[in-house]
């Protein structure tokens, strides 16, 4: 005879698929020593299916909704009521309303019940699902219980757990329902404990919510909890609140409201005893478990129950480190303006290229790179630098650094490291070429980097084509030294022009009162690879406006064919010929670019098409030459304006001599900061070649089942893979997973080994009133229509528009020409967006927190970026 029960004993957390993830975790919460949980059964998803699977009205219902989105939801709502009211008609069928007439004799025919839904998309390590399915709690009598089991096979589908599926992508088809029925607990005292403070994330801090009578009255909302804080064994803090109602379970069955008497409302829930002892419970289980834990517990006659467990799905994952002691991260993705996900191979062949240029280790957390800095904050010397730096990259990220310097005891606990982050004859180093370049200021410094440059990484595209096998990570690791060489080297350049706009930005305030003066002075610099970018695809998209069958083929473009149908178009060829050179230049460039297993324009050109047409629609012909001559005659007229008014003030001459001496250096200088980012991207595109050679080859012999599986193998890996030509696929198929989840996080700026994410805040004491907060990186004031784009393939730009995302690097360039301001989630004075911005004369604003949510698509907003703020100046659509 088919069991459609289990008790919780015989559940461990294989049985997720029968039991569901409440069930499952129910069934092992039983198994850990000095664990008190109620007893209980799960009527498995068998018996769920039994009911539904043959049901042809059922499945009719169920594939409308599968068809319809988290938006839509009239529809949902109608098809959603319509499915729980026919599961609710469906009569449980004998057998299985026999076998929990036998458990409810073995556990107690007369007692109460807590009738619980469990589904197999629930209280998962990354998916809570919490709240989704229904509870009834004190159901007395089988003909209740079984009325309330049907009632949690229906709430499978009540609108907001269909709304959580659709927006989670789970199949309504493939989510099944297991019943959780467990004796009551009518407690004194109730509540929830987090393993790792839910606000916080500090991974070493419990949080216990308590109050008097059933949970449900803390869950539900109705009373302010208490709150207890505890720290390995210590009590760090107390919220006693006014509890003023309490849920009570009722003899006959069902649950009431209480009020609570006025002497014991503001009373502590628990003593101290109860508080410690539950943080240790609380370890105990997230030891089993192995990760931070979500726990519903009671009270009865003081001893404490466990009645639920589930994992925190809302934490970010923490760099993992080999010792006790405090570190300090920040986001790499952050720095580089990249914070989406990354692939493994991704993260760990940068981790080594990083390791060699620096000896401050790279950290994995969450599918992102993060850099451990506790040396540098723990050194009086190295934190000012370090977070003053900051200031240029990620103000928000700066600012975080500060609120940690603000943590005494945790400071006097960082961990400390043999090496600093860059030794200090490299810096000595650089400053030496930092003032060297200064003082020679010469335009044929930079020139002759860019030809070396250029001829070293085109000689290893030589080397590249002829490589294969072990040889390969020979070629990858001396080349490796050769790309560390040709960075550094170039540093005195760099630094030499950073210092030049920090200069006059710093002196035209205080001697003319004019902010971010530098940032006209540094239009249309010479040399700068990044806007040159954009520009030269004005002239790509003059070639294609002579040709109106291109153009029209290019709105729907084939990625498999695009030159084979462009041959077959009048002046295809000549349009092929212009795509092809500037691929040859730029192709190796993509969206988050410092990412490996990204596509690139020479992959799939196609992503250029959008770009090309949105020029020739926004601009007249010749706009690149017309661009870069408008903004090169407004830096002159800037300088010439500075010269003429610092002429007219005390020590004038001495102040237009340094003055001169700065705008000469931001100008001959200023354009190559953005040439190492080309010669990484392109040094990357290299070796992605010959990666991908070797992924066809293991194909081809059967160890891979398409090339992009390489991407899920770690660098150290690939290297045993090509040598043993063994591999774990199962691994690969679990990081695909893993993956998948890391995309949907948001990973912070800075975090701790403990966990707690750190934040730096705005002060908004000086904006207007509902504009949103940024950094000022681009002067000038703009008011336009938002177009929120978070894919450079989807920018579909007009005349006038700004563009509004969460990160720019190089690869945006060409969206730059034909945008009118900026606003984006991430990045600094010195990062991408912001540079080729002041180069563009556009106005913007970085660092805005939540741009991409907060400004709809279409509103028209006010981009201020001499102040730094946004205001949002319609609701609707312009």
Not at 25 to 46: A, D, H, K, W, Y
Not at 121 to 149: C, M, W
Not at 343 to 369: C, H
Request: with cysteine; glycine share 6%; net charge negative.
């Amino acid at each position: 005879m088919n069991s459609w029960l289990l008790s919780f004993e015989e559940i461990d957390k294989t049985q997720i698929t029968i039991v569901g993830g409440k069930g499952a975790n129910l069934g092992e919460l039983s198994r850990i020593e000095g664990i008190q949980v109620p007893e209980g059964f799960c009527l498995t998803t068998e018996a769920y299916r039994r009911i539904v699977e043959n049901n042809a009205e059922f499945i009719s219902l169920v594939e409308e909704l599968s068809v319809l989105k988290a938006e839509d939801r009239g529809k949902v709502s109608e098809i959603s009521g319509k499915i729980r009211n026919l599961i609710e008609g469906i009569i449980i069928p004998q057998d299985i309303d026999e076998e929990i007439m036998v458990y409810l004799k073995r556990l107690g025919e007369k007692n109460a019940y807590a009738v619980r839904s469990s589904a197999t998309a629930e209280d998962l390590p990354l998916a809570s699902f919490a709240g989704q399915q229904d509870t009834y709690l004190n159901i007395i009598g089988k003909d209740a219980i079984l009325r309330h089991v049907s009632k949690c096979w229906a709430s499978l589908f009540t609108d907001r757990a269909v709304i959580y599926r659709l927006q989670n992508h789970f199949d309504h088809r493939k989510v099944y329902l297991s019943v959780v029925i467990q004796k009551m607990v009518f407690p004194q005292a109730s509540g929830v404990m987090f393993t790792a403070d839910p606000v916080t994330a500090n991974r070493r801090i419990t949080s216990i919510d308590a109050s008097f009578g059933l949970g449900e009255a803390l869950v539900s909302g109705l009373v302010n909890a208490d709150i207890y804080k505890i720290k390995e064994g210590v009590i760090i803090d107390k919220k006693i609140s006014s509890k003023k109602l309490a849920i009570y379970g009722l003899e006959q069955g069902g649950t009431e409201k209480r009020e609570i008497d006025i002497g014991r409302q503001n009373t502590p829930t628990l003593t101290e005893g109860q508080i410690l002892q539950l943080e240790q419970m609380g370890r105990k289980i997230e030891k089993h478990f192995g990760r931070p834990q979500d726990i519903e517990w009671c009270i009865n006659e003081d001893k404490i129950y466990i009645v639920q467990s589930r994992p925190i799905t809302t934490l970010y994952p923490v760099p993992e480190v080999n010792n006790d002691k405090n570190h300090v991260f920040f986001s790499f993705g952050h720095r580089q303006m990249m914070t989406e996900a990354m692939s493994p191979l991704s993260i760990t062949f940068f981790q080594v290229l990083f390791k060699l240029m620096t000896d401050s280790p790279m950290y994995e957390a969450g599918g992102r790179i993060y850099v451990d800095v506790s040396n540098e904050m723990r050194s009086p010397f190295m934190r000012k630098s370090f977070v003053k730096g900051l200031s240029a990259i990620d103000v928000l990220m700066q600012k975080a650094f500060y609120n940690v310097i603000k943590r005494e005891d945790f400071m006097k606990h960082l961990a400390k490291s043999k090496k600093p982050m860059v030794g200090g004859k490299v810096i000595a180093r650089w400053l030496f070429k930092t003032i060297e370049c200064y003082r020679k200021n010469d335009p044929a410094i930079v020139e002759g980097f860019m030809a070396r440059n250029r001829a070293a990484l085109m000689d290893l595209e030589q080397q590249a084509q002829t490589i294969s096998g072990k040889e390969l990570f020979d070629f990858i690791d001396k080349s490796m030294v050769q790309l560390k060489d040709i960075i550094f080297d170039t540093y005195g350049v760099v630094f030499a022009g950073a210092y030049a706009t920090n200069w006059l930005n710093k002196h035209m305030e205080k001697w003319l009162g004019e902010k971010n003066a530098a940032d006209t002075l540094a239009q249309s610099v010479a040399n700068n690879v990044t806007s040159e970018m954009g520009l030269e695809l004005l002239d790509v998209s003059d070639v294609v406006r002579k040709y109106p069958d291109v153009m029209s083929y290019l709105e729907n473009p084939s990625d498999e064919s695009l030159f084979e149908d462009l041959a077959n178009l009048e002046g295809g060829s000549e349009v092929s010929e212009a795509i092809r050179a500037y691929l040859k230049k730029y192709g190796m460039r993509c969206s988050a670019e410092i990412d490996i297993s990204r596509i690139r324009w020479n992959e799939k050109p196609t992503i250029l098409a959008p770009l090309i047409l949105g020029n020739i629609k926004v601009y007249p012909p010749n706009e690149h030459i017309a661009k870069f001559e408008q903004g090169l005659k407004e830096a002159k007229q800037k300088e010439q304006d500075i010269i003429d008014r610092l002429q007219q003030l005390p020590g004038g001459s001495w102040k237009v001599k340094r003055t001169k001496k700065a705008i000469s250096v931001l100008r001959n200088y200023a354009g190559y900061r953005e040439f190492n980012k080309y010669v990484l991207v392109w040094y990357e595109w290299i070796v992605k070649q010959v990666l991908m050679k070797e992924a066809e080859a293991l194909v081809r012999r059967g160890r891979l089942e398409e090339t992009e599986d390489i991407y899920y193998l770690r660098y150290e890996e690939l290297k045993q893979v090509i040598e043993t030509n063994e591999i774990d696929y199962q691994m690969i198929k679990n990081r695909k997973e893993d993956y998948k989840i890391y995309k949907k996080l948001t990973p912070p700026r800075v975090i701790t080994s403990d966990g707690e994410v750190i934040s730096g805040e705005y002060d908004t004491s000086n904006i207007p009133e509902g504009a949103l907060a940024g950094v000022p990186v681009s002067a000038g004031i703009i008011e336009g229509r938002a177009r929120v784009i978070l894919r450079i393939e989807d920018a579909q730009i007009e005349e006038g528009d700004i563009l509004v995302t969460i990160f720019t690097d190089p690869s945006w360039t060409p969206v730059f020409v034909s945008i009118k301001g900026l606003v984006t989630e991430v990045g600094g004075m010195m990062t991408h967006g912001a540079v080729v911005a002041r180069e563009y004369g556009l106005p913007a604003v970085v660092s805005v927190e939540n741009a991409t949510t907060l400004i709809k698509d279409g509103q028209k907003i006010r981009v201020n970026g001499s102040e730094g703020y946004v205001e949002i100046l319609s609701e609707k659509e312009c």
